[in-house]
């Protein structure tokens, strides 16, 4: 009798001590990533230092413990699209489900010459997409002590159900509309406009080597520019008998192209231009004097070359030789006091300050 009793006892301890571990095991058994399909784009414009796809996907690999989330044939996939602006680079990432839908799409970014933070930030988000933050479900609230205690359940019960997973909570940015990622590319088509001013020599366009001043504004592409800028030379000391000074006042429209040495660092830019001027000799001590003071035409070239010191300031330097459609002499009591040459040149340098259009 004592033998038949125990035996159904053993039979169900050996019943809960193999639902315990069952339970055990598929707790310790790791979650599995879905795979995911990779679409990266760096983009014609994109700098050559830019990481490639296989760094994303190495770089993912280590953050998600050695485990590669990606395969050619994932029904899911994401995309990674880098586009330059004029201040900086943009990395458009959009993830789409296995129906199509849209289910996450930033932009996140960095200066156009620091890809290796851009790389970083799009790892993160990836990351955010792929193995998104798991945060464990809420503890039961504790019983008050004058609650009657539940009578306890019989031995013969089965235990109860191990929990179940952690509830895993998806950070990802809401989907948008098809609309978003053409203002993004819309954005990025506008031009940055630029105010600079610079100072330096002149040659030829006043009897004397002057003094040449010239500020300006423009609107710039990324590979073109087009602007208006004003000028102003001051010569004194002519070689005359007279106590003369000159001075000339123009005005230049500028068509330019733009070349990147360093990505938004160093630029070099050629220039063709037109210039209308008022070129005027002044006599202090003597009132006979008859001048041909009138409109001067140039048409000229420039080269030049841009440093971007900071952000918003850099440095410009850039020289002029420019035709006199015009020849303009000056006269004094019948005599010719000077002509203007055919060619002119100038070298300037100075300051400029970008910004962006947004």
Known sequence: MRDASSRPCKARLLLVAALACGSSEAAAQPSQVLPWRLDYTPGPDAPKNCPDKSYIKTALATKLKGRDPFTDDAPRSISVKLVLTPQRIEAHIEARDENGEVVANHVTQAESWRCDQLADRTVFYLRDIIDPLTIPPAAPAASSSSATPAPSAPSSAVPPPAPSTPARVELLQPAVGPSAPKAAAHSAGLPQL???????????????TALSLAAGIEARWRWASIGVEGQYDRAWALPTKLDVEARRVGLTAL????????????????????DVARLSLDVQRFKLIREEDDLVIDLGARLGGELRLARFVGLQLHGDIAYAARQRRFVVDGEELWRSPRLTGAVRVGLVVPFDIR
């Open 194 to 208: 630029a105010i600079y001013a610079n100072m330096g020599a002149a040659w030829w366009s006043t009897p004397e």
């Open 255 to 274: 068509a330019c192209g733009r070349h990147e040495l360093l990505p938004a660092r160093a630029f070099v830019r050629a220039c063709i231009f037109g």
